[in-house]
């Protein structure tokens, strides 16, 4: 049940500021994602980027004047109004903000928002201080009691020299909330635990056992359960992945940090999902100074770390709980000895050393395999739909849980 944009009709309202740059990511990104994007610019905004920009890379007039007329002589913006699927105002300046707030519509930009009936998201973005103030505020509740979103600025240094919340959101973050404030909200309520990334064990203090793996899977399971409404905590090894939004992370190195996180997490939880590397094992009597080379030969001894998921399939109850096997040979048959050994509700399992089931890839190819013997492979695909199909077929065996 992955949501997409494509073929959808974004409006991209584009108010003065700064920021307007951005808009010209986001607008690229919308169109690679296959939506059809036009753009609304108020006067302010074409001091910043020319309408001439938007027009190239959205392929589509720029509507910049609240009377203008399209080849069918329809007022524009009023026509846009009633075929957009979502609009985006990014940035949103504190100016546009008080007049949707108060219903005041002067221009091509606020018309058009009176007008439209679909998903709006408003971007803030404006000096600290003026974000902060109370009048803005006060109107930003207003329009999220009136039914819109609202992406909250980041924080950091901004344009004006002054340092707060302020900067608008980066192009990807804001095509992030789109996405989950389009997709049903089939696990709202529910509490999800995900683990995501390797685990390391330290040799000595520069040195330590890990495998190549990104977390690029754990952490597209933990996107997706989030844009359809669960509360997610995201147990995360150590990667290079940007921190999701509004998930709750709790970053660890090794197997043993893991299982403290999972376990004190596990009471609340109604669906596990692990999809960590986790070391076996460790070494037995890590150095306390970095090992010098000094010998031609040295003995590692290494001690059995704990089977998180199997220590998570004996506290079971009436858990959901789903694993992922990563095989070199005989996927079937490993698959379903763990599915069982654990007592899980599902395997996710692949072979690796393919570039279409790879550590470090964006896409994955797995076979689903389930408790009742049955399994249903998956073709090549990108790991968000992975994530996607995965929570699908956990509502469908629990649609009740």
Known sequence: ???????????????????????????????????????????????????LTFEALSGQPVCTNLFEKDGSVSIRHIDWAEKADAVIVAPATANIIGKLANGIGDDALSTFMLAATSLAILCPSMNTHMFENRAVQRNLERLKADGYYVVAPASGELACGAKGYGRLPEPEDILDRLLCYLTPKDLKGKNLLVTAGPTREHID???????????????????????????????????????PLNITIIKIQTAQEMAVAVFENLENSHIIIKTAAVSDYRPLDPAKQKIKKKKDKITLFLQKNQDILKELGRKKKDRILVGFAAETEDLEENANKKLKEKNLDIVAGNLVGSPSSGFGSDINEVTLFYKDGTKKPLPAMKKDAVAHILLDQICALHPHS
């Open 1 to 51: 049940m992955q949501t997409s944009v494509k073929d959808k009709n974004i409006v991209l309202g584009v108010c003065g500021g700064i920021a307007a740059y951005k808009s010209v990511k986001l607008l690229r990104l919308l169109k690679k994602q296959g939506a059809n994007v036009k753009v609304i610019m108020t006067q302010s905004a074409q001091l910043f980027v020319g309408p």
């Open 205 to 243: 203090p520069v040195r330590f056992i890990s495998n190549p793996s990104s977390g690029k899977m754990g952490y597209a399971v933990a996107r997706a359960a989030e844009h359809r409404g669960a509360n997610v905590i995201l147990i995360a090894g150590p990667t290079t992945l940007p921190d």
